[in-house]
């Protein structure tokens, strides 16, 4: 059974800091990765996709990357901003086509 | 224009009662997702819909039954609710059941009291 583990759950940096957020996974069979944005009472909003054979995928100041043989992903959030003040979540897509997520990282960039 | 859109957006019904939440999408995606989120903000897929048929089946209690008029429109149904169906219920879409990213619905907030 596929179990996808975020830690730290809440992380707090001040802004224009280079930040980091870990995911791993257990089962490296997998389909694809995503990283996904959750406003407080708002739905998900996608960031990014790597599929299984890809190693990094990059959107303005977001990087992530997938190392499948270790089961794990990094999210790379250049010069942070208040904006980006949010939870991410990471997901999974196994051969079973079902999306696992992690229980997300509260991210909070202070002024 | 709105990719996925769920209604109601905010559900508060007492127990036993019977509700409905609808789902759209305008993408012209195949697949269809109902995810639930509980008050510790897991998410968890509950069933997933290919072009109208049920593809995944989470281990949901039968009183949940979704129902696909048509490959846009993925709707759940819940009977006899209880309290802890409580939670807010997300709807997504991807191009197909393979290697697409799934895109997300607004959600539903759902309170039984």
Redesign the interface.
Known sequence: KQEVTQIPAALSVPEGENLVLNCSFTDSAI??L?W?RQDPG?????LL?I?SSQREQTSGRLNASLDKSSGRSTLYIAASQPGDSA?Y?C?V?GA??????G??ITLSVRP | DTAVSQTPKYLVTQMGNDKSIKCEQNLGHDTMYWYKQDSKKFLKIMFSYNNKELIINETVPNRFSPKSPDKAHLNLHINSLELGDSAVYFCASSQDHGYNEQFFGPGTRLTVL
């Open positions: 389909y694809n995503q996904f708002k739905g998900l909003t996608s996709l599929q939870t979540l997901a897509k079973n086509s079902k999306l696992t997520f229980k997300g």
